[in-house]
C-alpha cells in the first residue's frame, strides 16, 4: 500500500537551516515561572536549590550534546552555544532549539526531587521554551554574554534591595518599588549597606553573575585563579579593546580535520569535565584562560 | 547601570511568525529512541506500555495548551494541531514548538514511573525533537493526518509480520527482512495468517490505527459509534470527495467574537474532557461527528 | 582547474521557496516617484501618460509571465497575482519577484519614450522595488485586491479635492491640507461639487478605480457589461458573503493536468488577450464573470 | 471611508530583514540570454559591446546606491556587495535585491541603443532576476569573490577553446564539446596554441578576468599598478594566509559615526570615481591597494 497519494504534504515543510559560519545561541527561558515559583514556594530574591536545578539540568544538556561549547545562566533561563564550525543537525533551527528545551525539561523534572525532597511536583508541569539566534562574529557572541551577565547584575541588585526593603525594612511591595524608582546602582549598595548591614560585593557570586557552564580540560591553567575570582564586573568599556584570545573571525571554509582527528577530538570532548562557575565572563581573562571555548578545538 | 552598550545583540533575534489563516502541525519525535527502547526493553513490535505513555504525555500537553484542537500519535512521534485561527504566542514558530516539545517531555520523565515502575529513568534521559509545518487549507490539513495514520498502518503491518516471522518462526532479523522485501500488504496479511495464525484486522486498533487526542463536548453525537468502529483504513481515494463537514477556508479576518464570548470559548475548551481513540480519520466520519475541531468554536 | 576550493561559499544560500497552495501577490513601487514625478512634470492630481504607461508595463509583464492570473495597478505601484497552483522558478520568492521588478522595469524605460515623447529620460532613472506575499485563501487574496481598490478610491478622492482647493480655488498646499483635515468622504464630495462644481463620480474610472489587468478569452461572458460599469465601490460589508464564484480552497494536492492538459492550457494563456479595464473588483461580478482568474484554467 | 475592514491582509506580509553584521551580496543573472544573445547576435566567445554595456549598467547602479562597495560581473551576471555596517533600506532582503535589479534593468534598456545602435530592442526585453546571500566574515566575502572569478577564467578558457574549434577549427558544436571532454587547462592552452597560434595569457583581461568595479578615491596608492597588472590567476592556495587588509571581523556595534561624519562619509563616497577594471582580486594586493572598500569608510 502506496503512501504517495498523501505525500505531497512533505512540500509544505520549509527549510530552517542557520546561516554557516555564525555562533548559534539556544536561549531557554522558563514558561510561567512567576506562578510556578510560588507554587513551590521559591525563596526570594534568590533561591539557591531552584537555581542548583537549573545548573544540573544545563549539565546534563552539556553531557548529551558535546557540540555545545559554553553555557551561561541565570534566573529561569539558561543560553546554549555552538561554535560557529558546529554542523549538528545540519545547522537546523528547530532541531537544535528543540532538542535543547526537551533536554533541559527531561533534566529539569527527572532531578526535581533531589533538589526538591519535599515539594512534588503535579502538573501543570515546569516548561521552558527557547529560540536560536546567530552571531557572524565572535565579538558579537561576547556581547551577547556580557549582556545576559549585566542583565544579571542590574536585576540581582535590585531584587536583592527590594526583597531587604521588604523581608528586612517591612515594605510592602508597592512601598518597596516606589522607593526603588529612580535609583542608581551606587544608591541601592548604600540602602542595602546604610539600613540593612549588607554589603552587596558578599552576596554569593552565583547570585551576582550566574552560572557558567563549560568543559574543563586538565592542563595547566595560565589562569589558575579564575574560578575564585570575585572582582566586580568591570566597566563595560573596558570590553572595548580587540578580543586577543581567539581565533580570528576570518576564517574560511571549516577546516576538515581528518575524520580520525574529528573523532579525537569529539572523545575528547565528551570525556572533559564539565564546571559550573560564578565568575566574570565580560572581560578577556575568562576566555583567555579557556582558548579552546572559542577557537572549538580540545586541547 | 544601563545595559545599553550590548543591547545592541537584540537585533540579531530574527522573527519566525507564522503566515497568519494557516494550519499549525508541530510533530515531535523521539531522539534516539531505537537505542532508548533498547535500553528499557520495550515489547516488540508495540509496547503498550510505551505507548500509553506517550498518550499520557500528549493528554498533558491538549490539558496545558488549549489552543490545540488535535493531536494524533504513533510509535514515538506525535503531531498537535493548532487552528488556523491561533493566535497563541503570536504564532512564533520557534515559542509554538519549544512550548510543545518542552511540556511533552516533562509529562514523560514525569509519568514515566508510573508506566514503567520496575525501570527507573537513568541519563541519557529521553527527550524529543521538533518542527511546526504550517497548512493553508483544512483539505492539506487532513491530508497530512491521513498521511500520518497510512504511515501507521503501513509500518505496524511490516513490523506485525516482521517480529512474527522473528519470534515465532524463529527466523533472524536478516533472513526476516529478506523473506519481506517486496510483499505487498495483502502478502503480509497472507504471511500472518497462514503461517502464525494471526488475523491483522484483530490487532488492537492502537497499534493498526495509532491514537487521536481530542477535546469531547457532551453532546449528543451524530456519529455515536464512532469511538468503537474499528473499519479497515478505506483505500486512499476515499478520501478525494469534497471536505463537508468543516467551515470553508474562504474566510476572511479571524471573527472577532466579542471578549466575553472569546473567554467563554477558552473555558469550554479548558472544561472539555480530552479522549484518547484509536479510530479512522482518513474519512469525514470523525470530522463530522466533531465539526468544533475543524471550526475551532466549542459547542 | 578546479573551483572546490571557493565553492563551499554556495552554502551561504538560503533558500527562499514559497508556501506552496497560496496566492502569491507581487507588489512594485516607483521607488522615490515624489521627486521622479516633480522632474518630468507629471500632472496633479492625475497624469494620464504616465498611468498608461504603467499600465503597458503591466501589460509587458503579462505578457512574459503567462502564470500570472491578474494584476492592478494604482498610482506608481502594481500589484501581479500567482495562482495558488503556481510552481514557476519553484515559486523562489526572490526569482519571482525580480523577475517581475526587472521586467516591468524595462518596459517603462523602454516605453517611455511612447508616452513622454517630449521628455528623454536622464539619469538617476526610474526604478522600482517589489515583495512577495502569500495569501492562503481566495477570500484573503480578494480582500487583499479589495483592500488596494479602496485604499485607489480614498486617495483619489482626497487628491482630486486637494488639487482642486489648489489648483482653482487658489489655496496653497498647506491651507489646502488643513482645509481637508477631519473630513469624511461626503465632506470632500460636497467641497468639490459646491465649490468647483465637479461631480466625483463623473471623474474617469481610470482615477477612481484603478487598473485591472487581465487575460480575456473570447467566450460567452455571463456578465457582458462588467467592463463598462461605473457603479460606485459598494459599502465594504457587501463582501462578507460567502464567495460563491470560485473553487473552493480545499483542494489537496494540485490536479496533475496531463502534459498535454497543461500545454494546451498554457498556450492558450499565451494567445489570450490581455485587458486593462478601471472596473470594480470588490464585488463579486469581476470574478464571476472571468472564472478562469480563480481557477487557474483557461476555458 | 475607512481602508480597516481589508487592512488585516498586512499581516501576511513577512519580514525579511537580513542578519546584521554580514556582508551582503546581491548577484544578478540575464534570463533567457541564451536565446537573448542569438536574438541580438552576440560575437562568440564574448561580445565587447554586450560586456560593455553590462559594466555601464553596473556603473549606474553603483551610482544610485553609495552603500555599495564593489561590483564584480562576467557574462550576463553581475554581483554587488553592501558593506557589513549597510543599513540601507533596514537591510531588508528583498527592497535591496529588487532595488538594484529594476535600477540594472533600466539601465540596461536605456544604454542600450548606445552599445548596440543597429540593433533596437524588441519585445520580449532582457531582464534579470536576482538574489541576496550573507556572508559573515570578510573571508567568505572575498572566497566569494574569488569564486566567481575563478569561475570567469574556467569558463573563458573553455568557451575561448570551443569557439576556437569552431569558428577556425571548423568543426561543429558537437565535435568541438566532445574534443573538449576531459580536459584540464593546460590541454586547452596546448590546443589554442599548437593549433591556432593563440596564446591565451595574451586575451583581453576583460574576458580572462571579468570586470571589478568600485570607488576610487584620488590617494596616493600604495599599489600604483594595481589596475594593469595582467598576472595569471594564482594558485588557489595562495589565498588560504590570513587576510592582513582588511579590519578584523570581531567589531561589535557598528561604530557610530557622528551624524556630521557620516554624512561626509556619504558625500565622499557619492563623489568617488567609479572604476571598471579587469584584475585579479584573489590575491590580497588589490584589497590592500584599495582599503576603503572592506572598512567601508572612505579615506
Request: positive net charge; charged residues 25%.
Amino acid at each position: 500500500m502506496a503512501n504517495s497519494k498523501y505525500e505531497y504534504v512533505r512540500a509544505f515543510e520549509q527549510p530552517d537551516v542557520l546561516l554557516p559560519n555564525t555562533w548559534i545561541v539556544v536561549r531557554i527561558d522558563g514558561r510561567g515561572f512567576h506562578g510556578f515559583t510560588t507554587k513551590y514556594k521559591f525563596k526570594k530574591p534568590n533561591d539557591v536549590q531552584a537555581l542548583e536545578l537549573m545548573n544540573a539540568a544545563a549539565d546534563g544538556v552539556m553531557r548529551e550534546l558535546p557540540d555545545l561549547v559554553v553555557a551561561y545562566g541565570v534566573s529561569d533561563e539558561f543560553s546554549f552555544v555552538f561554535h560557529k564550525d558546529c554542523t549538528l543537525f545540519e545547522r537546523r533551527a528547530s532541531k537544535l532549539t528543540t532538542t535543547i528545551v526537551s533536554t533541559f525539561s527531561s533534566y529539569y523534572v527527572y532531578l526535581w526531587p533531589k533538589y526538591f525532597p519535599d515539594a512534588p511536583l503535579t502538573p501543570p508541569l515546569p516548561s521552558f521554551d527557547g529560540r536560536a539566534v546567530v552571531y557572524p562574529s565572535a565579538r558579537n557572541l561576547r556581547d551577547y554574554m556580557s549582556w545576559r551577565q549585566v542583565d544579571c547584575h542590574i536585576n540581582n541588585l535590585y531584587n536583592t534591595t527590594f526583597w531587604a526593603l521588604v523581608q528586612l525594612g517591612g515594605l510592602d511591595a508597592k512601598a518597596a518599588e516606589k522607593e526603588l524608582v529612580g535609583t542608581l546602582s551606587a544608591d541601592k549598595n548604600e540602602i542595602l549597606f546604610s539600613r540593612f548591614k549588607i554589603n552587596y560585593n558578599n552576596e554569593p557570586d552565583m547570585y551576582k553573575k550566574g552560572s557558567v557552564v563549560f568543559r574543563d580540560f586538565d592542563i595547566p591553567s595560565t589562569a589558575p585563579n579564575a574560578l575564585t575570582e570575585a572582582a566586580a564586573i568591570p566597566p563595560a568599556s573596558a570590553s572595548t579593546k580587540r578580543l586577543s584570545s581567539h581565533p580570528p573571525d576570518d576564517a574560511g571554509p571549516p577546516q576538515s580535520l581528518s575524520k580520525t582527528a574529528t573523532e579525537r577530538d569529539r572523545k575528547r570532548r565528551v570525556k572533559a569535565r564539565i564546571v559550573v562557575a560564578h565568575i566574570d565572563i565580560i572581560r578577556d581573562e575568562f576566555w583567555e584562560a579557556r582558548p579552546w571555548i572559542l577557537s572549538g578545538k580540545a586541547p
